[in-house]
């Protein structure tokens, strides 16, 4: 008999896999669908019309939602798919495919990448030496560095033409033409009004009539510089390095003296706006006259200060303070050992708590003005990635390690220990409970 009961649990399973029989869900049904932990577990999720589904506890993980469909096999491979763009990562971040209706493109970390304008039709591809593509009038180029090849519309000029590089290379931009020998050491070039000529590191100058003009001898000890001729502040500096710099630009002047000994910058306008720097970047300070100042004694302290916010640090941002408000909003945070922060932010619709204590944990809670919430509490969060694409490092690698995971929404939640081991989902008066599929309980709540 046992045997045979777990035959059916086990087609059951099999079933759900496959996707068969896919309920709906009214206000009243069991979420949850019938698994077998950790090989599968599935749910719905009300507040954002989606079925999640899960297979070998957090490796396998699939979230279809009205306007957005998620895969994630990790940390091997995700895809995500949305009427607007499409995505898909390998072992992020070294391989990747985007597209959406400006351009599509791929890459293979440094060894390839390859993209595609969508408005103006141009085109690009580099796999390791080699390279090719179309300009968006048609034009084509490609080559093989260092060997030989031709760049077009690269690098802020209109054509580069190479032959064993850095033996060889010759680059147009509008009319001027410059050729390098043996780069960085020969370079000539001349058009539009510009004259550059370069023996490194022994002289160069570099001229474009009534603009600017840039010298150098011994490089990189001495340089002087005079530049924004055609403008109302002439630009003038002239440096021996570690000696003696100075620069000059309208009332704005610079000095230093054995660099980093002793550097100092004022306006002759107004002498409140002064910066300082001794034994650089040991001892610093700064003020503009307008609020802005600055303070550093590193690596004890920094502080700087603006109209609208302060920031300290202390131990090289072992710990930090951060206090900016504006416009009706407000916002104060502290930050701990770099990775960690803790704070809330006050605007005049939403107010946002976040305590993030890494690796131990992330919380965030979003409340707006009319008294609607939702947030989160992941624990552990072990890879804290702001900004370099977070979402990608999040889906691969941060969810094989999460053990107890919780998000809520106005009056509806949801939480899941050991990758679905134990699944609870709460709506106003009801509360479901899964354990690894098999066992579904439902509970009235007063």
């Given at each position: ?153 690269r690098f802020g000029v209109d054509q580069i033409d190479f032959a064993l590089w850095p033996l060889f290379a010759r680059s147009r931009r509008g009319d001027y033409r410059e050729t390098q020998i043996l780069w960085p050491i020969f370079a ?199 900004g370099l694409d977070p979402d990608g490092w999040d889906r691969h690698y941060n969810q094989l390690f999460e053990l107890y995971g919780a998000r809520w929404r106005g009056s509806e939640r949801r939480s899941s220990w050991l990758f679905g ?26």
């Amino acid at each position: 008999m046992s045997r045979a009961l777990a035959c059916v649990w086990l087609a059951a399973s099999l079933a759900g896999c496959a996707g068969i029989g896919a309920p709906s869900y009214s206000d009243e049904a069991d979420p949850f669908r019938l698994g077998l932990w950790p090989l599968y577990t599935a749910d719905a999720r009300p507040w954002v019309g989606s079925l999640e589904t899960r297979s070998l506890g957090p490796l396998l993980h699939w979230d279809e939602r009205p306007a957005e469909e998620r895969f994630e096999a990790r940390p091997l491979l995700s895809s995500l798919y949305t009427p607007e763009s499409a995505r898909r990562d390998v072992l992020f971040p070294l391989a990747a495919w985007r597209s959406d209706a400006q351009r599509e493109e791929s890459w293979l970390l440094l060894f390839g990448r390859a993209r595609q304008d969508h408005e103006d039709g141009s085109r690009e591809r580099l796999f390791g030496a080699y390279f090719d593509g179309n300009t968006a009038d048609g034009r084509r180029y490609r080559g093989l560095f260092p060997i030989a090849g031709r760049f077009l519309e690269r690098f802020g000029v209109d054509q580069i033409d190479f032959a064993l590089w850095p033996l060889f290379a010759r680059s147009r931009r509008g009319d001027y033409r410059e050729t390098q020998i043996l780069w960085p050491i020969f370079a000539y070039g001349r058009g539009e009004g510009r004259l550059k000529l370069r023996v490194w590191p022994l002289f160069g100058v570099d001229r474009r009539e009534g603009v600017y003009e840039r010298r150098f001898w011994l490089w990189p000890f001495v340089h002087r510089k005079v530049e924004k001729l055609d403008s109302d502040a002439p630009k003038r500096s002239f440096f021996v390095f570690p000696i003696y710099g100075r620069r000059d630009m309208g009332p704005h002047a610079m000095r230093f003296y054995l660099l980093p000994l002793f550097a100092r910058q004022w306006d002759r306008t107004r002498p409140e706006a002064r910066t300082l720097d001794l034994l650089w970047p040991i001892f610093s300070m700064a003020s503009d006259g307008a609020g802005n100042d600055s303070l550093a004694v590193r690596p004890l302290y920094a502080r700087r200060l603006t109209p609208t916010s302060e920031s300290k640090s202390w131990l090289l941002g072992l710990l930090a303070r951060h206090i900016e408000s504006g416009e009706g909003s407000r916002n104060h945070e502290w930050r701990l050992l770099w990775a960690s922060r803790f704070g809330t932010r006050r605007d005049p619709d939403r107010t946002t708590r976040r305590a993030d204590l890494w690796p131990l944990f992330r919380y965030a809670r979003f409340r707006d003005g009319e008294g609607g919430e939702r947030g989160s509490l992941r624990v552990p969060y072990l890879v804290p990635m702001r900004g370099l694409d977070p979402d990608g490092w999040d889906r691969h690698y941060n969810q094989l390690f999460e053990l107890y995971g919780a998000r809520w929404r106005g009056s509806e939640r949801r939480s899941s220990w050991l990758f679905g081991l134990r699944e609870a989902r709460s709506r106003p008066g009801v509360e479901w409970t899964s354990w690894g599929g098999l066992l579904h309980l439902r509970r009235a709540l007063d």
